[in-house]
Each structure stands twice: as structure tokens, then as C-alpha cells.
């Protein structure tokens, strides 16, 4: 195995090809040290040191170089002579008796009525203003500054320079460099002028090192998105708002990536991506995404009406809610896999 594989890389490989699986024999990975192993760490650093795995390693591990070779290890053959464990009656399961018919589902008709209008020609910020509205820039300036001054820090932080951070984070998306902070240097291969001449690099990284969305004093102690739950409201409702028009929907489950330490952050085993936040999300058939909502396990927002029909059936209906608030009748289709379906349904 090359030494240039990262922990990430290797664990895929053991997990998804067929030749490393079929093999009965062990294998050891070194790990060699990660580039910021000579970092100062953090308490968000590192998952529980109780309760161990690769599911909650840090990002710097698992993106750190390894190696991977045979185990050397050798383990006793299992004789004959060994006791058997004891003898245990399995629990008999409870079975549902259902009694089906064979014959076509009876439907009745329902008429879609599509809306015609004319397509309104808006510039590329324009549209992003819809979803990301003054309002969203409104609450991240205003609680950026209640918390600056709980620490005694006089930022006063403008509206105008919070639109010109998250612009900052856009661009560093798809104009990606080693360290953020060569954005700003003068060699001619890393500055970018654009965001050079946008925000100094101190008052960047001031605002960005503080920056929040909720009051700190008055957080929801059972949602564990608090901190970022009125963005996450004001975001559903500007989709919603503005979502197309479309007879057909879907809802499924997406994976935001992410390697840092957090308590509702999943492993997925075989998903493109594997580590990260799973989010519940109800989309047009154009891909439109029109409702989300992030999972946290028993604590999921959903409807409490819905809470008795399991998880699947509640986040369908919860959506089907949503739906139902546009004003344009309640003629949808929604597509969903076999993990949403529940006989509940039926009733």
C-alpha cells in the first residue's frame, strides 16, 4: 500500500474492496503524525476518549498519511474442545398478520393545475438576495456583536462588512489555497485581489473567528443545533417561499460534509460522503430544494402529531405540511424509498 494514502483513503479501500474483505487475515495501519500535529489542539479536536473508533477520529488524523501492512500478530486456533456457549431460547417476535386483496388501487382523480407566468430576469446576486436575505445578514451582525461585547471586545460590526465575509467564504470555495491567509499576501500566485480589496485580513479574521447567529444566554438545551437554528428557520421558509411551482417531489436523506468533532455528526458506510451531518430534505423534481431539516437523532424536529407513526412517516408528513402552506392545493406527488414507508400510512 503506498505511504502517500491518507487514514480516510485507506479505511475506504478496506471497506469497499472485495479482496481486502474476503481475506481472513489482520491488518495494521500506522499512522504517521498529521501536518498539525505541532498545533495547538482543542477540546473540538478530539471525539471521546472512552469510546474510540474511526468514526469519531478528528479531520487531522484522518486526513494524516498512513500505512497499511499485514498483521503479525498471531492468535490461538479455536479446538473442538472449547465449551459451547450456553443454550439460550430466542424471544419469539411479535408477527403482524395483514390480509391482502390483488386488485388495481383505487384513486381518485386528481387534476394538476400548473401556473403559468413569465419568467422574471434577475442578476446571479439578485437571486442569492432572495434565499440569503437582508435579514439573514441582520441576525449574523446583530449576535455577532452581542457576543464580541460579552467579551469585551468594541468591534461594531456593519452589515456591509458581514455580506463581504460570507462573499469571502464563497469565493474561498471554488479559489481554494493552502491557508486562508495567503489571500491576502503580496506574492502574485496566491493573492486574490478581490478578496484583498473586500476585508483586511485582521478584521476577516476577527469577525470570522467570532461570528454568531443566537444568543449564547437563551439556547434551546434539547436542540442540538441550537446555535444555528434561526438561520436554519429562515432558510427553510426563504426556500419554501420562493420554490417552483412542480407536481412531483422527493424526500430523501443528503450528507453535508464535515470532520470536525460534533455529537450529531454520522458515519454512513458506502455513501459518497461518509462523514458528516445527515439532513432530512424534501426536494422539487428539478432538484429544488425546498425544506430541510438537519437529523439529531430522537430529538428531530418534526410535527408531534406525527411522533406515534415513527420517524420515516413523520418527516414525510412533516413536509406534506410544508407543502400544504404554499396555497396551491394539495395535489403533490411525493416519492419516497423504502426506509420512509410504514404501514401507518395506510391509515
Given at each position: 500500500?503506498?505511504?502517500?494514502?491518507?487514514?480516510?483513503?485507506?479505511?475506504?479501500?478496506?471497506?469497499?474492496?472485495?479482496?481486502?474483505?474476503?481475506?481472513?487475515?489482520?491488518?495494521?495501519?500506522?499512522?504517521?503524525?498529521?501536518?498539525?500535529?505541532?498545533?495547538?489542539?482543542?477540546?473540538?479536536?478530539?471525539?471521546?476518549?472512552?469510546?474510540?473508533?474511526?468514526?469519531?477520529?478528528?479531520?487531522?488524523?484522518?486526513?494524516?498519511?498512513?500505512?497499511?501492512?499485514?498483521?503479525?500478530?498471531?492468535?490461538?486456533?479455536?479446538?473442538?474442545?472449547?465449551?459451547?456457549?450456553?443454550?439460550?431460547?430466542?424471544?419469539?417476535?411479535?408477527?403482524?398478520?395483514?390480509?391482502?386483496?390483488?386488485?388495481?388501487?383505487?384513486?381518485?382523480?386528481?387534476?394538476?393545475?400548473?401556473?403559468?407566468?413569465?419568467?422574471?430576469?434577475?442578476?446571479?446576486?439578485?437571486?442569492?438576495?432572495?434565499?440569503?436575505?437582508?435579514?439573514?445578514?441582520?441576525?449574523?451582525?446583530?449576535?455577532?456583536?452581542?457576543?464580541?461585547?460579552?467579551?469585551?471586545?468594541?468591534?461594531?460590526?456593519?452589515?456591509?462588512?458581514?455580506?463581504?465575509?460570507?462573499?469571502?467564504?464563497?469565493?474561498?470555495?471554488?479559489?481554494?489555497v493552502s491557508r486562508r491567509r495567503m489571500y491576502w499576501e503580496?506574492?502574485?500566485?496566491?493573492?486574490?485581489?478581490?478578496?484583498?480589496?473586500?476585508?483586511?485580513?485582521?478584521?476577516?479574521?476577527?469577525?470570522?473567528?467570532?461570528?454568531?447567529?443566537?444568543?449564547?444566554?437563551?439556547?434551546?438545551?434539547?436542540?442540538?443545533?441550537?446555535?444555528?437554528?434561526?438561520?436554519?428557520?429562515?432558510?427553510?421558509?426563504?426556500?419554501?417561499?420562493?420554490?417552483?411551482?412542480?407536481?412531483?417531489?422527493?424526500?430523501?436523506?443528503?450528507?453535508?460534509?464535515?470532520?470536525?468533532h460534533h455529537g450529531c455528526k454520522q458515519f454512513i458506510r458506502?455513501?459518497?460522503?461518509?462523514?458528516?451531518?445527515?439532513?432530512?430534505?424534501?426536494?422539487?423534481?428539478?432538484?429544488?430544494?425546498?425544506?430541510?431539516?438537519?437529523?439529531?437523532?430522537?430529538?428531530?424536529?418534526?410535527?408531534?402529531?406525527?411522533?406515534?407513526?415513527?420517524?420515516?412517516?413523520?418527516?414525510?408528513?412533516?413536509?406534506?405540511?410544508?407543502?400544504?402552506?404554499?396555497?396551491?392545493?394539495?395535489?403533490?406527488?411525493?416519492?419516497?424509498?423504502?426506509?420512509?414507508?410504514?404501514?401507518?400510512?395506510?391509515?
Amino acid at each position: 500500500m503506498a505511504s502517500s494514502l491518507t487514514l480516510h483513503e485507506i479505511a475506504t479501500v478496506l471497506e469497499e474492496d472485495d479482496d481486502f474483505s474476503n481475506q481472513r487475515q489482520d491488518f495494521d495501519i500506522f499512522l504517521l503524525p498529521p501536518d498539525t500535529a505541532n498545533d495547538y489542539q482543542t477540546d473540538e479536536d478530539s471525539g471521546e476518549e472512552d469510546n474510540v473508533s474511526i468514526n469519531n477520529l478528528p479531520g487531522s488524523l484522518l486526513r494524516a498519511p498512513a500505512e497499511l501492512a499485514a498483521s503479525t500478530s498471531m492468535e490461538k486456533p479455536e479446538t473442538e474442545d472449547q465449551t459451547p456457549p450456553e443454550f439460550q431460547e430466542p424471544l419469539k417476535k411479535r408477527v403482524m398478520n395483514y390480509n391482502w386483496r390483488k386488485r388495481d388501487l383505487q384513486l381518485r382523480p386528481i387534476v394538476w393545475k400548473p401556473l403559468y407566468h413569465t419568467p422574471i430576469e434577475r442578476s446571479p446576486i439578485e437571486w442569492f438576495s432572495l434565499l440569503f436575505s437582508e435579514e439573514v445578514f441582520e441576525m449574523l451582525t446583530i449576535e455577532t456583536n452581542r457576543y464580541l461585547a460579552r467579551k469585551l471586545l468594541s468591534a461594531d460590526v456593519k452589515i456591509e462588512e458581514m455580506k463581504c465575509l460570507v462573499g469571502i467564504l464563497l469565493v474561498s470555495g471554488y479559489c481554494q489555497v493552502s491557508r486562508r491567509r495567503m489571500y491576502w499576501e503580496n506574492a502574485s500566485d496566491s493573492r486574490n485581489s478581490l478578496i484583498a480589496s473586500a476585508l483586511s485580513r485582521d478584521r476577516f479574521t476577527l469577525i470570522y473567528s467570532n461570528i454568531h447567529v443566537a444568543d449564547n444566554l437563551n439556547l434551546d438545551t434539547s436542540d442540538k443545533f441550537a446555535k444555528v437554528r434561526p438561520l436554519l428557520k429562515v432558510l427553510t421558509m426563504r426556500f419554501l417561499e420562493h420554490c417552483p411551482h412542480k407536481e412531483n417531489h422527493s424526500v430523501d436523506e443528503a450528507m453535508v460534509p464535515y470532520f470536525g468533532h460534533h455529537g450529531c455528526k454520522q458515519f454512513i458506510r458506502g455513501k459518497p460522503i461518509r462523514y458528516g451531518y445527515k439532513l432530512w430534505v424534501g426536494a422539487t423534481s428539478g432538484g429544488y430544494i425546498a425544506w430541510f431539516e438537519p437529523y439529531q437523532g430522537a430529538s428531530t424536529f418534526t410535527n408531534a402529531q406525527y411522533s406515534q407513526l415513527g420517524l420515516g412517516a413523520s418527516v414525510v408528513l412533516s413536509y406534506a405540511d410544508q407543502l400544504a402552506t404554499l396555497g396551491y392545493g394539495k395535489n403533490y406527488h411525493l416519492f419516497i424509498d423504502n426506509f420512509f414507508y410504514r404501514f401507518a400510512f395506510g391509515s
